[in-house]
């Protein structure tokens, strides 16, 4: 009774554990170390509700029969989701080819255990006092080919860490874990090949052995992310020092980071000062405070900081975007909010930043703001950020020319700009000719 509250109690654990991973999944940026430690873990929970099952007195043994093959379908699948969660939380390489070769693998042995009688069948044995489904050899040999799978990624997994040394990353705890999964998932299988109990009367050994590595891996998984937060911790306050130090050269500091956003996009040099004289001078035809010009000028030099997170490839791209690509442009406003937010200095031009995007028709992003909830400063980025853009070679595209931009913006009046300011932008080119 309390091999099975404790069962029922690791299974919870590992369980929110696994959701905890997926939310952090979709939280980054779909970053694959976060899915495939989900699916460990939720992997492990499964095996852990089933052995949890398998001890009520009241299930079937129709029921036994199904949760014994679903015990081992979940243990099946660490063929495929060992080695990838493995390598991804160490940061190894993991071979393609191989990766799909294991998932099918793994795949086709899950199927057959789930709906077949190649690894569990419906006759019954007595173990230790209780009717357990029989297994066939088969299913004992492919435990014994997992465990020396195991063995050999906790092997390569030593020699890759001994040879590269992480900083990030505490692989004590792992190598504990998989030793002693490894050592009770032996004895467990042992046990039930021979029909008897080695460690008191505990049926399933391996119940704690999933337990120890599921805790042992979460501590290794989550460490190296404890350690990259402090570092970034120690880096904010380190550069709020350096600004504290420097409020005479703030605006030289400002510059000196769009300078470094334009050298990253070959063809937007110098793009944040045009779009930083072109939003002054609209600023000058609404008589806007010296405070607000201050603040737009930090705005328009910062307001693709966000691009950073860009990769190269995407940033670059002559040809159309996929879905997944256009997610990284996308949220650009949000990365630069969120870039910007850890230095306090910064935080007067943050929803300007975030909004530089949004449409006075509320279909722009990230958030879909129409005209009375996008700040005004944004409303005159956005007009003479997309004049410049115009007016420069693009990857995708050609330049415009003056007379063309300026069709585009009478067209986007009071849809994707705000009329006014478009109207007093347009005065200002126009009388400059």
Same mark, same amino acid.
């Given at each position: 009774?309390?091999?099975?509250?404790?069962?029922?109690?690791?299974?919870?654990?590992?369980?929110?554990? +696994?959701?905890?991973?997926?939310?952090?999944?979709?939280?980054?940026?779909?970053?694959?170390?976060?899915?495939?430690?989900?699916?460990?873990?939720?992997?492990?929970?499964?095996?852990?509700?089933?052995?949890?099952?398998?001890?009520?007195?009241?299930?079937?043994?129709?029921?036994?029969?199904?949760?014994?093959?679903?015990?081992?379908?979940?243990?099946?699948?660490?063929?495929?989701?060992?080695?990838?969660?493995?390598?991804?939380? &160490?940061?190894?390489?993991?071979?393609?080819?191989? !990766?799909?070769?294991?998932?099918?693998?793994?795949?086709?042995?899950?199927?057959?255990?789930?709906?077949?009688?190649?690894?569990?069948?419906?006759?019954?044995?007595?173990?230790?006092?209780?009717?357990?489904?029989?297994?066939?050899?088969?299913?004992?040999?492919?435990?014994?080919?997992?465990?020396?799978?195991?063995?050999?990624?906790?092997?390569?997994?030593?020699?890759?860490?001994?040879?590269?040394?992480?900083?990030?990353?505490?692989?004590?705890?792992?190598?504990?874990?998989?030793?002693?999964?490894?050592?009770?998932?032996?004895? /467990?299988?042992?046990?039930?090949?021979?029909?008897?109990?080695?460690?008191?009367?505990?049926?399933?050994?391996?119940?704690?052995?999933?337990?120890?590595?599921?805790?042992?891996?979460?501590?290794?998984?989550?460490?190296?992310?404890?350690?990259?937060?402090?570092?970034?911790? %120690?880096?904010?306050?380190?550069? *709020?020092?350096?600004?504290?130090?420097?409020?005479?050269?703030?605006?030289?500091?400002?510059?000196?980071?769009?300078?470094?956003?334009?050298?990253?996009?070959?063809?937007?040099?110098?793009? +944040?000062?045009?779009?930083?004289?072109?939003?002054?001078?609209?600023?000058?035809?609404?008589?806007?405070? $010296?405070?607000?010009?201050?603040?737009?000028?930090?705005? !328009?030099?910062?307001? /693709? &900081?966000?691009?950073?997170?860009?990769?190269?490839?995407?940033?670059?791209?002559?040809?159309?975007?996929?879905?997944?690509?256009?997610?990284? &442009?996308?949220?650009?406003?949000?990365?630069?909010?969120?870039?910007?937010?850890?230095?306090? $200095?910064?935080?007067?031009?943050?929803?300007?930043?975030?909004?530089?995007?949004?449409?006075?028709?509320?279909?722009?992003?990230?958030?879909?703001?129409?005209?009375?909830?996008?700040?005004?400063?944004?409303?005159?980025?956005?007009?003479?950020?997309?004049?410049?853009?115009?007016?420069?070679?693009?990857?995708?595209?050609?330049?415009?020319?003056? *007379?063309?931009? &300026? $069709?585009?913006? %009478?067209?986007?009046?009071?849809?994707?700009?705000?009329?006014?300011?478009?109207?007093?932008?347009?005065?200002?080119?126009?009388?400059?000719?």
């Amino acid at each position: 009774m309390l091999i099975n509250q404790l069962t029922f109690g690791f299974f919870w654990t590992v369980f929110m554990l +696994s959701l905890g991973l997926f939310y952090l999944y979709f939280k980054n940026q779909f970053d694959k170390k976060f899915f495939y430690a989900g699916l460990f873990f939720f992997f492990g929970s499964g095996f852990l509700f089933s052995s949890y099952v398998m001890n009520l007195n009241t299930i079937s043994h129709s029921a036994m029969v199904f949760w014994n093959k679903f015990m081992y379908a979940t243990i099946f699948s660490y063929f495929f989701i060992f080695p990838a969660f493995v390598y991804n939380t &160490i940061g190894k390489n993991y071979n393609k080819p191989t !990766c799909w070769v294991l998932g099918i693998f793994s795949f086709l042995i899950i199927l057959l255990t789930l709906f077949t009688d190649l690894f569990v069948t419906n006759k019954f044995v007595d173990f230790a006092g209780v009717i357990r489904p029989l297994k066939t050899d088969l299913t004992y040999f492919f435990v014994l080919l997992l465990s020396f799978w195991a063995s050999y990624i906790f092997y390569d997994t030593l020699k890759f860490l001994k040879k590269n040394k992480p900083l990030t990353i505490d692989v004590r705890p792992m190598v504990a874990g998989i030793v002693i999964a490894i050592i009770l998932g032996l004895i /467990d299988i042992t046990g039930t090949y021979l029909n008897q109990t080695f460690i008191l009367q505990v049926r399933d050994p391996f119940i704690f052995g999933i337990f120890a590595i599921m805790l042992t891996f979460a501590w290794t998984f989550l460490s190296q992310y404890a350690m990259v937060f402090a570092s970034l911790n %120690k880096s904010k306050e380190e550069i *709020e020092k350096l600004i504290a130090k420097s409020n005479k050269n703030f605006i030289e500091f400002v510059q000196l980071i769009a300078k470094t956003l334009d050298a990253k996009d070959e063809y937007t040099a110098g793009h +944040s000062l045009r779009v930083q004289e072109y939003a002054l001078k609209i600023a000058e035809e609404l008589n806007l405070s $010296e405070t607000d010009k201050e603040i737009l000028k930090q705005a !328009c030099l910062l307001h /693709d &900081i966000g691009k950073i997170g860009i990769p190269d490839g995407i940033l670059n791209k002559k040809g159309p975007l996929s879905e997944k690509e256009k997610r990284y &442009i996308i949220n650009h406003p949000i990365l630069g909010r969120k870039i910007l937010s850890t230095v306090s $200095e910064f935080k007067p031009i943050l929803d300007i930043v975030y909004s530089h995007h949004e449409r006075v028709d509320g279909k722009g992003y990230p958030d879909g703001l129409d005209r009375n909830k996008i700040p005004l400063l944004a409303r005159i980025i956005a007009v003479a950020d997309a004049y410049d853009a115009m007016i420069s070679e693009r990857p995708y595209r050609q330049a415009k020319n003056k *007379e063309e931009a &300026i $069709e585009e913006l %009478k067209k986007a009046k009071d849809t994707q700009f705000d009329g006014e300011i478009v109207d007093l932008f347009l005065k200002i080119i126009t009388n400059e000719n």
